[in-house]
């Protein structure tokens, strides 16, 4: 017996889509999904240079960014396929204002978690370059530039839906599936695609054009909880194969 989608084991591919010559079946773990790419946006998750970047914030508070130049050429292969496929894009940049006063004080915890905001009380001559808006590491990386169309969000917690307009501007496209690329994937990616379960978004997770914050164990254990509890786990060859099908 094949493998049966989602949608297909729950039923609400027959009962709501069929007939509907789009859907697509894309092979995912921890079973595959079908999805419309009309109602379906990749989300690009703060592929700064920040995070990215030699020099950029996780490299100066001590986090290996050796190996994410694959994460960026495949999300620039992932982008090619949304767009030519009509899809939206979604870039994300994460960071406050100059002076920080968006990062939250003593009050908050995100005050003590950050590891930007521990680094640069430990050194204070990198205060006002770290995840600062309008300096590099706030940049996107040079070989990703948004297209006309494509939606550019600040945030400035880990979740891309936190105090952002997000949600309305996909409900507003008629969005229902998000597809997942970007740093990292056990902060900021897994944030997002946590909220987006509780706001009934269908969460996709590209695994090779995702990076973690740590060691490769943080990257796996995301995983993980994504496709046990949140969402689907899939590759970028499997997503680019299935949108390059009629």
Partial sequence: MAEQSYY????YFQSERAGQP???VL???PEPITFNPAETAVIVVDLQNAYASKNGYLDKAGFDVS??????????KVLEVARANGMPVVFFQN????DYHEAGGPGSPNW????ALKTMRKQPELMGTMLAKGTWDYDLVDELKPQPGDMVIPKTRYSGFFNTNLDSMLRSRGIRNLVFTGIATNVCVESTLRDGFFLEYFGIVLEDATYQAGPRSAHDAALFNIETFFGWVSSVDEFCTLMASK
């Fill in 112 to 115: 003590y978690k950050s590891n």
């Fill in 67 to 76: 190996t994410t130049a694959p994460v960026i050429a495949k999300t620039i």
């Fill in 22 to 24: 789009s859907q697509k």
């Fill in 8 to 11: 297909e084991v729950a039923g």
């Fill in 95 to 98: 960071g406050w204002d100059p």
């Fill in 27 to 29: 092979p995912a773990k």
